[in-house]
């Protein structure tokens, strides 16, 4: 990768500097923990990740993490997997979420929005009512600390309530979108033998409305732990026999009662695309959750109490919680529960402007289809309050970066960030204080070693390598469920390289300590040596207007050979002709490299995605070299099982 130092894209202005938080919790750690005064962020990031123990120590201190009983010290055990954060403390999750309705009552909390686009706000005070009546019902129905309570809910007011009202209690939340299907649901559920369930009778997505009942009925009929199932009529129906009906639990005026648990005591359970066997079901701390939350929202993107944090997301995502977690800011948080491009691809920003949103998340795919559709978004709406435009889920292409500059302010700081569910937050993102350049992520983040490394473990500079944390995260998860030696865990991140966490990423790490994400490194494309991410693959190619979408995989081959055929679907009315498989090939090799350039296009009926709206490639590349698709993939996690059939057929025929 080149060296050279390109034009930075924006640059935050002096004053936008001098009033980050980021700026004033330097001073502060520089006053009271001995962190660098001078440097800037380059300086304040490199004591983050040597003085571990004293930057978190730091955190919990300038965020007033509030401890029911002390901490004997900040890091009992480093090593990964394993490592012991803030061993003997209690505190609870939900206490801090609720922290602002002291000072905020009648201000609101959360902003929902359904597809009228119209906002009804929830309070602090009504939030912390209604959280508390619930916790003390889910205590009056038996549930203790460490019982699972499920939610098959969309992102509703109801949804964070349920999970605040869980964590109160000290009980483990784990949540379903209601698009997923029973099926999805049970290979998620079934592992973690939930005792109590919020379900929905539908919910409304692309002007119509889904009936989710009879989905409902069978996952009662298939989690024999239930001791109780709670009806949302969010459609209107009646509770069937024998649910409970949420706005009976939810009426009483009580306070909450908030159960100190250790610091490492399970908040919730996320879980992994499970692309192949059961999803793994990651468990995080309500501690760790905690501490890494309120430095990557309250430092990284510079949320306080007058922000309004708007991302798009469903509650099968992790960004859902992590969108939750504005709460811990004392900022107002935007739940949008309905089909992102309704009634047409821009919907999203005019939600942003109706709901005052300062920092608005959406998906790198959201940004690239506006960019498709020629959406003009500050033409055709107020985004004057819109400081920050975030993208996750995979990497932003430079095109997008150009086109959020051009089409929605030139003085806007774009954070494209990644991370993932296996820790709920991000390795590398959003820095108030920095630059932006683009194609690239600004920094590694806070306490965060982030580096790229060769195949032999050498750390590398300005080179594609695997993204590896050398040290430990506190959101790292404590264990997967239903995994008791541990091994399922520890073969998932550090198998590579023993005590580093090994993402499966392949990224650079640029000499201005910025960083490029280029796709997952088990499914890179390796031509001759030359390694290459599928997502730069993506990005050249879908520029083009008659491809929708696209796909490419590099299959290994008995003999010793190597196949990379790149599948298209194309866009209405497209053809793939002659004329349209010379540009192709023409752009990669022009625009990336002529030994990337597919020894095959093939037009398919659509490609296959995770329920989380990634691409399958690994299974897909499974299924290309033979395996049988109940082997290559867990058909619950894909939104088209029939997809995959035409990549199996593919194969057969390809003998």
């Avoid at 001078?38 to 201190?61: N, P």
């Avoid at 919910?203 to 732990?225: C, F, I, M, N, S």
């Avoid at 060769?454 to 404590?478: F, H, K, Q």
Wanted: proline fraction near 7%; hydrophobic fraction near 40%.
């Amino acid at each position: 990768m080149s060296t050279v130092n390109p034009s930075p894209l924006w640059q935050p202005t002096p004053e936008r500097i001098a009033h980050a938080r980021i700026t004033k919790f330097q001073a502060w750690a520089a006053e009271h923990h001995g962190a660098p005064a001078h440097g800037g962020y380059a300086a304040l990031h490199r004591w983050s990740v040597d003085e571990l123990d004293t930057f978190w120590k730091a955190v919990t201190e300038w965020f007033d993490v509030r401890f029911s009983t002390p901490y004997a010290r900040v890091l009992g055990d480093r090593s990964m997997p394993g490592a012991e954060w803030f061993p003997g403390a209690t505190l609870n999750y939900a206490e801090h979420a609720l922290r602002a309705a002291g000072t905020r009552a009648d201000e609101p909390a959360l902003l929902y929005v359904d597809e009228t686009h119209e906002p009804t706000p929830v309070s602090w005070s009504e939030l912390r009512r209604q959280v508390g009546s619930l916790a003390a019902e889910l205590r009056a129905l038996g549930v203790r600390p460490g019982d699972r309570v499920g939610g098959y809910l969309p992102n509703v007011p109801q949804a964070v309530i349920a999970l605040l009202a869980t964590a109160a209690v000290g009980a483990v939340w784990t949540s379903c979108a209601p698009d997923f299907g029973a099926r999805s649901v049970l290979d998620r559920f079934q592992q973690v033998e939930p005792v109590v369930l919020f379900t929905v009778d539908g919910y409304r997505y692309g002007g119509k409305e889904h009936d989710r009942r009879d989905v409902v009925a069978q996952l009662r009929g298939e989690l024999p732990t239930l001791r109780a199932v709670v009806h949302i009529p969010l459609l209107g129906t009646e509770a069937p026999e024998g649910a409970l009906d949420w706005s009976t639990l939810t009426s009483a005026d009580v306070d909450p009662v908030f159960e100190p648990v250790p610091f490492d005591h399970p908040l919730w359970v996320l879980y992994s695309s499970g692309t192949t066997g059961l999803p793994k079901a990651i468990v995080q701390s309500q501690g760790g959750i905690l501490v890494e939350h309120l430095k990557q929202l309250g430092l990284h993107c510079d949320l306080g109490t007058e922000d309004r944090f708007f991302w798009y997301t469903s509650t099968g995502w992790m960004m859902w919680n992590f969108l939750v977690s504005g709460l811990l800011t004392g900022t107002t948080i935007v739940l949008y529960d309905g089909s992102p491009g309704h009634p047409d691809t821009g919907a999203q920003w005019r939600i942003a402007e109706r709901t005052g949103a300062t920092l608005f998340g959406t998906s790198a795919a959201y940004v690239m289809a506006c960019r498709k559709a020629d959406v003009h978004p500050s033409r055709d709406a107020d985004l004057t309050r819109v400081r920050c435009v975030a993208t996750t889920g995979s990497p932003l292409p430079p095109d997008g970066f150009r086109w959020l500059h051009d089409e929605v302010s030139e003085d806007l700081w774009i954070a494209s960030v990644s991370g993932g569910t296996d820790v709920c937050s991000c390795f590398a993102g959003a820095v108030p204080t920095l630059p932006v350049y683009i194609g690239e992520l600004q920094a590694a983040g806070l306490g965060t070693d982030l580096q790229s490394w060769d195949a032999s473990g050498r750390p590398v500079i300005d080179e594609v390598g695997e993204l590896v944390v050398t040290n430990p995260m506190p959101s790292m998860p404590v264990r997967f469920w239903n995994d008791p030696d541990g091994s399922r865990y520890h073969d998932s991140y550090f198998d590579t390289y023993p005590g580093v966490w090994r993402h499966g990423d392949w990224i650079t790490v640029t000499s201005r300590d910025s960083v490029v994400i280029h796709g997952r490194s088990d499914s890179t494309l390796n031509r001759q040596g030359v390694r290459m991410g599928s997502a730069d693959i993506y990005e050249a190619v879908e520029r083009l207007p008659e491809i929708k979408e696209s796909l490419v995989i590099g299959v290994e081959q008995p003999d010793g050979g190597y196949w990379m055929p790149l599948f298209v679907h194309l866009a209405p009315g497209a053809e793939l002709d002659e004329a349209l498989l010379d540009r192709i090939k023409r752009t990669i090799r022009e625009q990336l490299s002529p030994r990337h350039i597919p020894d095959e296009v093939i037009e398919v009926p659509g490609v296959p995605h995770t329920l989380t709206g990634k691409r399958i490639e690994v299974p897909v590349k499974r299924l290309l070299q033979g395996t049988p698709l109940d082997k290559a993939v867990n058909a619950g996690s894909v939104d088209d099982v029939e997809l995959l059939k035409f990549y199996e057929r593919l194969a057969r025929e390809r003998g």
